[in-house]
């Protein structure tokens, strides 16, 4: 393991000054509109300072705290995907020309290296599966250049929520993988290890010193139980084998009952990956532009074929999602889609918790589950 | 195989004329003509496409005109107007509601749900000057119309949109995301969620841009219930939320009350005792603590007031 | 060279542009574009395997997949046969000669000709599904020797959705070659085979131990007759049928295709029995 340094609380600002000369744009969370949400960071100051998040079924709200860390809160709605996956995202444009001939463009942003602050474990496992998907072997251009550019530092989480369950998935709390630096937060400041090159060069200008003994061991108790405290968890790793087998489960009769097929917990899964294309056609006949819009598999049109939908009802739609999140993608990326970040459980306007579902629809699995990497 | 839709304006490539537009208004508040009034530069490039018969707002008035593609805003509300919505229909080749009224028969809808004509005569010395049908209808209701676009007032990109389809030769798309998926698309944080704010985001098509939601309110419907809209489970959640069985239906009560999955929603609709379902468990009582009080200065602008 | 060829294989756009040469009207309801990249390297390096899908587009509209229904030998004339079923078939319907267009492609897995060396091919197709088949049919009756027996049979619901009636004459006039075809409903000029198309697997004979089928169709006809094929000895994992779905990207990633442990689009749209009979025809996938 890589050795910890110390960065105390009051040189954090260096962190974000040396991106900066660096050239990267920070993006950091922040409050905004009640929730922890991840922008542009100006400095330190913008942080959620003292702030905490409390989180339940279809509930979320923020909280002071009598503490001046910056990273007490387990997440926010979003944070890495609506920076890599665009939600909007311009394909290509047409122009035609008075002989009825065809011109079509991709304008591609301009790179703009990023730097984010704070992308937890469940975040970053869920960006090794959505590199998995959008960086595969015919590589989506806009994403792949995102990614290219994007540096980031992770924070370990101390207090996840009540809807948290990435030790019940073995993404976290604590980060294994996946980050250029990686602070761990305590009172005074916080732990900082490298995993990049890119990294330890941002820590050999930082003003680090060695941590103590008791820093290093209260960083590890505020993780166990972090890790402890969680109590929701999927009934195993791999449940394709017991969801595909009970698809004709009554449980997924009850769920269509709660169920608003909203597409809530698909926009705020850090995993989920549909989009649909749209046409802009301008007004004056003279082109058009295709556009790309984040897609759920609640939508009507995500199953339209030949003038019929294939899965018309809430029923179908949430039998869909769940068995493609949780089964499906085990063929598809070697592993669930699932990294226990709650967050479909916490903005689910009714509240349906994904691991209730999954333990009432898989009850017969868990023994055999339990034996899954 | 399913039937083919029907044909929009294919031959207008062939017409040798700009084809015609016409813009007519029954019972509104013309809100939905000046969105496409407030189109701009749009609205420019929309006359040289087409040729404009009759657009009152616009100052082109010509109400028999015949036209290839007739917007209609407002209800159907008067004898006059059932007389010629008919008239409308027969002159027009594509025929496109626009707008709540027009669509489900607006705010003015709401009489549907009382006594009309008991409600006239109690506020006017003299009813028998008043001339209302006992109800507002939609379009729909009296002619068969091609599409519709729904809203208060009606988006103007879609009604661009729809035009632009209709001059490449092709049937509008109909939009049918629900408004919560515009609003993440957005960035924009739930105001259900995280100010119990009852939003009819999750069953109401987008349009509008998930607008009220964007400014920190619930959004009231105003575009209309969307595809396989779950709207008694939203009901229920609001119930749960804490608004009684009045406050509740009150909510599907405004621009889009003659939509039928809220008409239904009116007339069956009662709420469930809140054991056995997953939103029970959501522990509200201890969560409100005071801190989620205090917190209001961090949060959105406060309650929901839209009523 | 266009905008488009400098930006290397359309993948995820943008599309190429592509004329229409010709146009035949096939039935009432489905016609055929025959097209051309205008691009002249692109067309140089188009390459399509029988199977295979293109995306395409019409600016100011939108894109639908549409299977390549034409000779792989001949990559520079496509031809896709369209279905007036949708906002954007029906405005493809409407083209003409001279007309230009978007084009991605090729897309996904085609059927197993390789691997169907030596075997007897059995082609079973019902109203528009002939379309994907036909580039494997002309495929193997250019390489006639490396094929066994070729058995084409063609359902149509109604006599009048028979087309390329031409094409089947002309196969059946083609030694070790059997073509049957069948109507749901005939009409008085009818004089093949009245009811399902899977009847007539019953009337051919098959070698089940030598035998490739490719089924393509509505999912009803396709799961009828891949379990009727294996009634009558054929393995599943040599029956393979042409799926659909709502393809928008083509590569796997807008996630409209998703089938349990596939993307259509990516790992089909050609599937072997033996992997995808579980899903077929289930209510809701």
Redesign the interface.
């Known amino acids: 393991m890589i050795a910890s340094r110390f960065l105390p609380r009051q040189h954090l600002q260096t962190l974000f000054d040396q991106l900066d000369a660096l050239g990267y744009r920070c993006i950091g969370p922040q409050?905004?509109?009640?929730?922890i949400?991840y922008d542009r960071l100006g400095d330190l100051t913008a942080l959620p300072i003292g702030?905490g998040a409390?989180q339940?079924?279809?509930?979320?709200?923020?909280?002071?705290q009598d503490h001046q860390r910056c990273f007490a809160w387990a997440n926010g709605?979003?944070a890495l995907k609506?920076l890599l996956f665009a939600?909007?995202e311009t394909?290509?444009?047409?122009e035609?020309d008075d002989a009825?001939?065809?011109?079509?463009?991709?304008e591609l942003q301009p790179a703009q290296r990023q730097a984010v602050i704070g992308v937890r474990a469940c975040d970053l496992a869920a960006l090794a599966l959505q590199d998995a998907?959008?960086a595969?072997a015919?590589a989506?251009?806009s994403y792949s250049r995102r990614r290219h550019d994007l540096l980031l530092v992770g924070v370990e989480c101390g207090q996840p929520a009540d809807t948290c369950f990435c030790a019940s998935t073995g993404e976290g709390p604590a980060i294994s993988t996946g980050t250029d630096l990686t602070l761990t937060e305590l009172d005074a400041g916080f732990l900082v290890r490298a995993g990049t090159e890119v990294g330890s060069a941002l820590c050999d200008a930082l003003p680090l010193r060695a941590p103590s003994d008791g820093e290093l061991a209260q960083a590890e108790a505020e993780i166990e139980q972090a890790r402890l405290s969680q109590h929701r968890s999927l009934p195993g790793r791999n449940l394709r084998e017991s969801l595909?087998a009970n698809?004709d489960h009554p449980r997924w009769d009850e769920v269509a009952?709660?169920?608003?097929?909203?597409?809530?917990c698909v926009?705020?899964c850090p995993t989920c990956?549909?989009?649909?294309?749209?046409?802009?056609?301008?007004?004056?006949?003279s082109?058009?532009t295709?556009v790309?819009?984040?897609?759920?598999?609640f939508?009507?049109?995500?199953?339209?074929?030949?003038?019929?939908l294939?899965?018309?009802?809430?029923?179908?739609?949430y039998?869909?999602w769940l068995?493609?999140k949780l089964?499906?993608w085990?063929?598809?990326y070697g592993r669930s889609g699932c990294v226990g970040c709650g967050r479909c459980i916490?903005?689910?306007?009714?509240?349906?918790?994904l691991t209730?579902e999954a333990n009432a629809i898989c009850s017969d699995a868990s023994e055999s589950a339990q034996e899954a990497p | 195989m399913t039937s083919p839709p029907k044909s929009p304006l294919q031959p207008v490539d062939s017409l040798d004329r700009r084809p015609r537009l016409a813009v007519h208004k029954l019972s509104s508040c013309d809100g939905c003509q000046l969105a496409l009034l407030n189109a701009g530069a749009s609205l420019l490039r929309l006359a040289e496409r087409f040729d404009i018969v009759h657009f009152a707002e616009a100052g082109i008035i010509d109400v028999d005109a015949e036209a290839d593609i007739a917007l209609v805003e407002g209800s159907v509300s008067t004898a006059e107007e059932a007389e010629r919505i008919q008239t409308i229909r027969a002159r027009s080749r594509w025929l496109m509601p626009i707008g709540a009224c027009a669509t489900a028969g607006g705010p003015q809808a709401l009489k549907n749900l009382a006594n009309a004509e008991a409600w006239i005569a109690s506020s006017y010395p003299e009813p028998q000057h008043i001339d209302a049908r006992p109800t507002a209808d939609a379009v729909a209701a009296h002619v068969h119309v091609e599409l519709e676009l729904p809203g208060c007032p009606v988006s103007t990109p879609q009604v661009l949109a729809a035009l632009a389809s209709l001059l490449a030769g092709a049937t509008p798309l109909a939009e049918q995301d629900k408004i919560c998926l515009d609003c993440k698309r957005r960035g924009q944080v739930c105001v259900l969620v995280t100010q119990d704010a009852p939003c009819l985001g999750p069953i109401t098509v987008t349009g509008c841009g998930a607008l009220c939601p964007s400014l920190g309110r619930a959004c009231y419907g105003c575009y209309g219930p969307a595809e396989n809209p779950e709207v008694a489970t939203l009901a229920q959640r609001f119930a749960e939320l804490g608004l009684d069985a009045e406050a509740v239906k009150r909510r599907f009560l405004f621009q889009q009350s003659g939509a039928a999955p809220f008409q239904q929603l009116l007339r069956e609709w009662h709420p469930k005792p809140r054991a056995g379902s997953a939103t029970a468990s959501v522990d509200q009582g201890s969560s409100m603590t005071s801190e989620d009080r205090d917190h209001s200065m961090i949060s959105a602008s406060g309650e929901d007031e839209d009523d | 060279m266009s905008t488009a060829a400098a930006m290397g294989p359309p993948w995820m756009g943008p599309p190429w542009e592509a004329e229409v040469l010709a146009r035949d009207q096939e039935t009432r309801g489905l016609c055929t574009l025959h097209l051309r990249l205008t691009d002249a390297n692109a067309r140089a390096a188009y390459r399509f395997l029988p199977g295979q899908f293109n995306m395409l587009y019409v600016p100011a509209v939108g894109g639908v997949p549409i299977s390549i229904a034409s000779d792989p030998a001949q990559p520079q004339r496509l031809a896709h046969t369209i279905s007036a079923v949708g906002r954007v078939t029906r405005v493809l319907a409407t083209l003409g000669t001279g007309d230009r267009i978007g084009l991605r492609g090729p897309y996904g897995r085609g059927w197993p000709l390789e691997k169907a060396e030596g075997q007897d091919l059995v082609v079973v197709t019902g109203g528009l599904g002939c379309a994907p088949v036909v580039a494997a049919i002309d495929y193997a009756l250019a390489r006639r020797t490396d094929f066994g027996q070729l058995v084409i049979l063609q359902g149509v619901k109604h006599a009048a959705d028979m087309f390329w009636r031409a094409r089947y004459d002309a196969w059946a006039e083609l030694p070790n070659t059997e073509v049957r075809l069948a109507a749901d409903q005939p009409d008085h000029h009818w004089q093949d085979h009245v009811g399902l198309v899977t009847d007539l697997l019953d009337e051919v004979p098959l070698r089940p131990q030598a035998s490739i089928a490719l089924i393509c169709g509505p999912e009803p006809m396709m799961l009828a007759a891949a379990k009727r094929l294996v009634a009558l000895g054929i393995s599943d994992d040599r029956i393979w049928l042409s799926l659909e779905r709502g393809f928008q990207c083509g590569v796997g990633h807008c996630g409209h295709c998703q089938l349990g442990p596939y993307f259509l689009c990516r790992d089909g749209p050609v599937f072997p029995w033996s992997e995808i009979s579980w899903l077929v025809g289930r209510k809701g996938f």
């Open positions: 409050v905004r509109d009640g929730a949400v702030i409390h339940t079924p279809g509930r979320y709200r923020l909280e002071h709605p979003q609506p939600p909007h394909l290509w444009r047409t035609r009825g001939r065809l011109a079509f463009t991709r998907h959008f595969d015919r989506d251009p595909f698809l009952t709660r169920c608003l097929a909203c597409g809530n926009a705020v990956f549909c989009s649909t294309e749209r046409e802009q056609p301008s007004i004056d006949g082109g058009s295709r790309r819009l984040w897609d759920s598999c939508s009507a049109e995500h199953s339209y074929v030949h003038g019929r294939l899965r018309p009802d809430t029923r179908t739609r039998r869909q068995t493609h089964g499906g085990h063929d598809q916490a903005w689910c306007p009714v509240g349906i918790d209730a």
